[in-house]
Nanobody, 116 residues
Framework: QVQLQESGPGLVKSSQTLSLTCTVS??????????WSWIRQPPGKGLEWIGY???????YYSPSLKNRTSISRDNAKNTLYLQMNVLKLEDTALYYC????????WGQGTQVTVSS
């Protein structure tokens, strides 16, 4: 069974950079033909897909976040990373990593709160 575990700082100030980690176990992030997504849910709102990285390392980003988001990975550590720059108050959300664009496995999520 694939398990994903997000981790991050919890509280970040606006205009700073957010760095999140997603450790994957029970399956390799390089296995054909999976992709690995980052998704967030602001308080009281629906899910928002941030982007993904594929088994081969190709990335895709939501147009609204593309300019300040980067998704990367460390194959040896079977770990995914999300970096988001110039944080805004509206970036406050529960951040998930998941397998697939319509995910079949999700992490439990990590809360990120952006303060002014």
């Amino acid at each position: 069974q694939v398990q994903l575990q997000e981790s991050g700082p919890g509280l970040v100030k606006s205009s700073q950079t957010l760095s999140l980690t997603c450790t994957v176990s029970g399956g390799s992030i390089t296995t054909n033909y999976y992709l690995w997504s980052w998704i967030r849910q602001p308080p009281g709102k629906g899910l928002e897909w941030i982007g993904y990285i594929t088994y081969s390392g190709t990335t895709y980003y939501s147009p609204s976040l593309k300019n300040r988001t980067s998704i990367s990975r460390d194959n040896a550590k079977n770990t995914l990373y999300l970096q988001m720059n110039v944080l805004k108050l509206e970036d406050t959300a529960l951040y998930y990593c998941a397998r697939g664009w319509t995910p079949d496995y999700w992490g439990q999520g990590t809360q990120v709160t952006v303060s002014s």
